[in-house]
């Protein structure tokens, strides 16, 4: 049974820089044609997808945080890594990991497997 973990702090302040990290167990993430993303939904919005990496190391973003956003992976510890620079309390949400299963990578119906997801509040 593949799950996913996402771990990281709690609060934040402004204009730091935002690491989490996402945990799989049950399976590679350097798994041939796997992809996985990391998606975000602030309090009383919908879900936000900010990028992904691949099984081989290529990453993706979402053009809107691009700027601000590396995701990257550690196949010997088998998780993925997302930072968020220069965060606001805008960037506030519940920040989720997940695996993509079949369709567009940007969309959340293209997702099978999902973090239970970690709690960031950005705020001085």
């Known amino acids: 049974q593949v799950r996913l973990q996402e771990s990281g702090p709690g609060l934040v302040k402004p204009s730091q820089t935002l690491s989490l990290t996402c945990t799989a167990s049950g399976a590679s993430i350097t798994a041939d044609y796997d992809v996985w993303a990391w998606i975000r939904q602030p309090p009383g919005k919908g879900l936000e997808w900010m990028g992904a990496v691949n099984s081989i190391g290529v990453d993706y973003y979402s053009p809107s945080l691009k700027s601000r956003t590396s995701i990257y992976r550690d196949a010997a510890k088998n998780r993925i890594t997302l930072q968020l620079s220069t965060v606001t309390p805008e960037d506030t949400a519940t920040y989720y990991c997940?695996?993509?299963?079949?369709?567009?990578?940007?969309?959340?119906?293209?997702?099978?497997?999902w973090g239970r997801g970690t709690q960031v509040t950005v705020s001085s």
């Open positions: 997940a695996r993509w299963d079949l369709g567009p990578i940007t969309t959340m119906s293209a997702y099978d497997i």
